[in-house]
């Protein structure tokens, strides 16, 4: 296999993730002028969270934690062996996950009482119904897809994969302006729209799978040792998955007996979602086949070396961006979101969810850096049982204290329950060596990463309220944009001053080993 260059690899998977989650605030942009934070929009929301949910149990879940090490394996040793064991996996996937769309179909009321009790009998609980039927057809797809993109991670081909999401926004996007145009309900169009675009993703990443030498031509499904043992190990991974969806499922609860609320936290959610897909998604697509290969190879030093820059990598960008969504999430909502049927009460509620949230976004992201410790050494039980306590932190914080700060409390346990679980992930990857401890160089810069985040926080407050009166009124795109450059410029100012990273260090890591990204 040939090796992946971490830096620049991380670099594509990021940039093509930020250009899907650019394009999601435009989506975004768009729902809240037409849509706003009524019943449809809860409706909507509610009914696209369901596909999503069951694709974190099936999809991320099960197949970063098991095929993924399993195919690596088979690849280093064999291409034909690799190949067969993926088309098995496939077709035995596809099979399950068609009669389980169907019925969840079926029983969509059920699953909508499920998410958000709080619904009632009402229009917004019919609409979520039907939306909900529309769309679910869109986990078939998405799962699917995200076998072969292991697949092609595997093989260090990252584009395709990282790109794909892409086409759900901009289906998002077009179903928006036709819908506004042609007078369709928005509602509507917006379900039709993820099973089409569940379809355009999965058509993308099987033509770069074709033309990277593969093939998943039809194939009986069947039950092979190896899928046997492929469902031992994801077996835990799943219900890892399931308990992360309780967690939402908890806070959408809590959310859904306050109006409007379960629109707040999504709109809040996409926002800090943006630097966690950028740079989360970016390291755990990358990190879990270099630690596999490495580890399987018996070189604990280039394992130690791709996890201590993968931390690096993820907290140089991650603390920032969670110091600026705390600091300026009032001004970032007000100027992305405050327009049309989306007013002031809603940007004010939806910026204290983002804030909460903001304070959590280190810790979602270090699941992804740590989480392949494990999943490298086929370990998917020990991520289930932190998950199962962390999920028990949510309940109580949630349940516990929506009668003191209402929807509030649902990020806020989100939020705790984040920082829970990378407590014990770093603390239950102690026994695995050197491999798993961060290196020098990562407990020489990370002080450092923090002091001139802290900073850039400071300063961002104060030009906040310098430009306060064009936040608020005419001119307030420009007003921050200029906050988010000024932010820039200060953090990478002083980090380059004080050491927290250094350009060279960056030019040198793009010019190891040779990179496979087409």
Same mark, same amino acid.
């Given at each position: 296999?040939?090796?992946?260059?971490?830096?620049?690899?991380?670099?594509?998977?990021?940039?093509?993730?930020?250009?899907?989650?650019?394009?999601?605030?435009?989506?975004?942009?768009?729902?809240?002028?037409?849509?706003?934070?009524?019943?449809?929009?809860?409706?909507?929301?509610?009914?696209?969270?369901?596909?999503?949910?069951?694709?974190?149990?099936?999809?991320?879940?099960?197949?970063?934690?098991?095929?993924?090490?399993?195919?690596?394996?088979?690849?280093?040793?064999?291409?034909?062996?690799?190949?067969?064991?993926?088309?098995?996996?496939?077709?035995?996937?596809?099979?399950?996950?068609?009669?389980?769309?169907?019925?969840?179909?079926?029983?969509?009321?059920?699953?909508?009482?499920?998410?958000?009790?709080?619904?009632?009998?009402?229009?917004?609980?019919?609409?979520?119904?039907?939306?909900?039927?529309?769309?679910?057809?869109?986990?078939?797809?998405?799962?699917?897809?995200?076998?072969?993109?292991?697949?092609?991670?595997?093989?260090? +081909? !990252?584009?395709?994969?990282?790109?794909? /999401?892409? $086409?759900?926004? *901009?289906?998002? #996007? @077009? =179903?928006?302006?036709?819908? &506004?145009?042609?007078?369709?309900?928005?509602?509507?169009?917006?379900?039709?729209?993820?099973?089409?675009?569940?379809?355009?993703?999965?058509?993308?990443?099987?033509?770069?799978?074709?033309?990277?030498?593969?093939?998943? +031509? !039809?194939?009986?499904?069947?039950?092979? /040792?190896? $899928?046997?043992? *492929?469902?031992? #190990? @994801? =077996?835990?991974?799943?219900? &890892?998955?399931?308990?992360?969806?309780?967690?939402?499922?908890?806070?959408?609860?809590?959310?859904?007996?306050?109006?409007?609320?379960?629109?707040?936290?999504?709109?809040?959610?996409?926002?800090?979602?943006?630097?966690?897909?950028?740079?989360?998604?970016?390291?755990?697509?990358? $990190?879990?086949?270099?630690?596999?290969?490495?580890?399987?190879?018996?070189? &604990?030093?280039?394992?130690?070396?791709?996890?201590?820059?993968?931390?690096?990598?993820?907290?140089?960008?991650?603390?920032?961006?969670?110091?600026?969504?705390?600091?300026?999430?009032?001004?970032?909502?007000?100027?992305?979101?405050?327009?049309?049927?989306?007013?002031?009460?809603?940007?004010?509620?939806?910026?204290?969810?983002?804030?909460?949230?903001?304070?959590?976004?280190?810790?979602?992201?270090?699941?992804?850096?740590?989480?392949?410790?494990?999943?490298?050494?086929?370990?998917?039980?020990?991520?289930?049982?932190?998950?199962?306590?962390?999920?028990?932190?949510?309940?109580?914080?949630?349940?516990?204290?929506?009668?003191?700060?209402?929807?509030?409390?649902?990020?806020?346990?989100?939020?705790?329950?984040?920082?829970?679980?990378?407590?014990?992930?770093?603390?239950?990857?102690?026994?695995?060596?050197?491999?798993?401890?961060?290196?020098?160089?990562?407990?020489?810069?990370?002080?450092?990463?923090?002091?001139?985040?802290?900073?850039?926080?400071?300063?961002?407050?104060?030009?906040?309220?310098?430009?306060?009166?064009?936040?608020?009124?005419?001119?307030?795109?420009?007003?921050?944009?200029?906050?988010?450059?000024?932010?820039?410029?200060?953090?990478?100012?002083?980090?380059?001053?004080?050491?927290?990273?250094?350009?060279?260090?960056?030019?040198?890591?793009?010019?190891?080993?040779?990179?496979?990204?087409?």
């Amino acid at each position: 296999m040939t090796p992946i260059r971490l830096m620049r690899s991380f670099a594509t998977v990021g940039g093509w993730t930020l250009f899907s989650r650019l394009l999601g605030f435009v989506r975004d942009v768009l729902m809240a002028r037409f849509l706003g934070a009524g019943t449809v929009a809860d409706a909507f929301f509610v009914a696209f969270s369901l596909p999503n949910m069951f694709r974190r149990f099936f999809a991320e879940g099960a197949f970063n934690a098991a095929f993924v090490p399993m195919f690596t394996k088979r690849l280093a040793s064999s291409k034909t062996e690799a190949e067969d064991f993926a088309r098995d996996a496939f077709w035995l996937m596809g099979s399950f996950l068609v009669l389980f769309s169907v019925t969840a179909m079926l029983a969509m009321p059920l699953l909508v009482w499920a998410m958000a009790a709080g619904f009632g009998t009402g229009e917004r609980f019919d609409l979520a119904v039907v939306f909900g039927r529309i769309a679910f057809p869109y986990i078939l797809f998405v799962s699917l897809m995200a076998l072969i993109s292991g697949m092609l991670n595997a093989t260090g +081909r !990252f584009i395709a994969a990282a790109a794909a /999401p892409a $086409l759900l926004n *901009l289906a998002f #996007i @077009a =179903a928006l302006v036709l819908a &506004a145009r042609l007078g369709w309900p928005i509602g509507l169009t917006l379900a039709w729209a993820v099973p089409v675009a569940g379809a355009l993703q999965l058509a993308a990443v099987w033509w770069a799978l074709r033309r990277a030498g593969f093939s998943l +031509r !039809f194939r009986r499904p069947r039950l092979t /040792p190896e $899928l046997k043992r *492929l469902l031992i #190990i @994801a =077996a835990p991974a799943v219900l &890892a998955g399931g308990v992360v969806q309780i967690n939402l499922i908890v806070g959408r609860q809590v959310a859904s007996f306050t109006e409007n609320a379960i629109s707040w936290l999504s709109y809040a959610d996409r926002l800090y979602q943006l630097p966690l897909g950028v740079v989360g998604i970016a390291v755990g697509v990358v $990190l879990l086949p270099e630690l596999s290969r490495r580890l399987r190879e018996g070189e &604990a030093d280039r394992a130690r070396d791709a996890f201590s820059r993968g931390m690096e990598f993820a907290l140089a960008l991650t603390v920032p961006s969670a110091v600026a969504l705390v600091v300026i999430a009032q001004p970032i909502v007000s100027v992305l979101f405050e327009r049309g049927a989306f007013g002031r009460v809603d940007a004010v509620n939806t910026a204290l969810a983002l804030a909460i949230y903001g304070a959590g976004l280190p810790a979602f992201v270090l699941h992804k850096v740590l989480q392949p410790l494990y999943f490298a050494r086929e370990d998917t039980r020990s991520p289930f049982r932190y998950a199962v306590n962390s999920m028990i932190v949510n309940a109580v914080i949630a349940v516990g204290l929506m009668p003191y700060l209402g929807f509030l409390a649902a990020a806020l346990g989100t939020t705790l329950a984040g920082w829970t679980m990378v407590w014990q992930l770093w603390r239950g990857a102690r026994p695995m060596g050197e491999a798993a401890r961060p290196d020098a160089r990562f407990r020489d810069r990370i002080w450092r990463i923090a002091l001139a985040a802290l900073v850039m926080g400071a300063a961002l407050w104060g030009l906040a309220q310098l430009l306060d009166p064009m936040l608020y009124g005419t001119g307030r795109s420009l007003a921050l944009l200029l906050l988010i450059l000024a932010g820039i410029v200060v953090y990478f100012g002083i980090g380059i001053a004080i050491g927290a990273f250094r350009p060279a260090d960056l030019r040198d890591a793009l010019r190891r080993g040779t990179p496979r990204t087409e």
